[in-house]
């Protein structure tokens, strides 16, 4: 059995593929509501608040992301199931928390921890889809792709270093993640055994 086999195979287990499918689903719909507000109102002022709002809710929503994918890792019944769900869990409740809490002034001092975040994610994206083969792994990559460029952009400081780019950045990266959380949803769902039913003779 190659990497790949040992990595995708999920044989006879009864993966809860739901699970994904809704989570991608809200975060789908999240990220792409942050997106168009944003677009609409970069520099809103908001909670006492000015020019950078839009990357508090950011924050906040990587916080409560990362808190769901720590509930996840928990139930998770495989040991490598436990591993993802944790080390992204881990990554979101960091980066939220730093985002979030040490604004400061100025937000620009995040811009290369928020390319970093944006770079890996994406990376991890397109390594994934590739290797497991997804269905849908164009759409997938070229999602990841864009997150990797977004990271690398920030990272430039171009075209601007202003909070909001770094916010429409991140509410991309989320609801890209969204839509590949689906997808992933339905490649557990193709590729599980269906059970025997029991009127087979």
């Known amino acids: 059995m190659n990497l790949r086999e040992r ?5 006879n287990r009864a993966l809860n593929f739901k699970r994904p499918l809704f989570r991608g689903g809200v975060m789908l719909a999240i990220g792409a509501t942050l997106l168009s507000t944003i677009l609409l109102s970069p520099n809103i002022g908001m909670m006492g608040v000015l020019n950078y709002s839009w990357l508090l809710f950011c924050g906040y929503f990587l916080l409560l992301l990362g808190i769901f994918e720590f509930i ?11 591993l993802l769900s944790m080390q992204y869990a881990l990554l979101d409740i960091v980066v939220g928390f730093l985002i979030d809490f040490n604004l ?3 937000p620009s001092r995040l811009a290369l921890l928020i390319a970093a975040f944006l770079i890996i994610k994406g990376m991890g994206r397109l390594i994934f889809a590739n290797v497991a083969q997804l269905t849908e792994r164009r759409s997938v ?4 792709a864009i997150s990797v460029v977004l990271g690398l952009l920030i990272s430039l400081h171009w075209p601007t270093e202003a909070a909001w780019f ?14 590949a959380q689906m997808m ?11 059970e025997p ?3 087979d003779v």
């Open 7 to 11: 990595l995708t195979d999920i044989g």
């Open 72 to 82: 996840e890792a928990i139930l998770a019944e495989e040991l490598l199931g436990f």
């Open 104 to 106: 400061g002034n100025d």
């Open 141 to 144: 990559s070229m999602g990841a």
């Open 166 to 179: 770094m916010a429409l950045s991140l509410s991309l990266e989320i609801a890209l993640r969204g839509w």
């Open 184 to 194: 992933i949803a339905f490649w557990i769902k193709d590729k599980q055994i269906p």
């Open 197 to 199: 039913s029991n009127l």
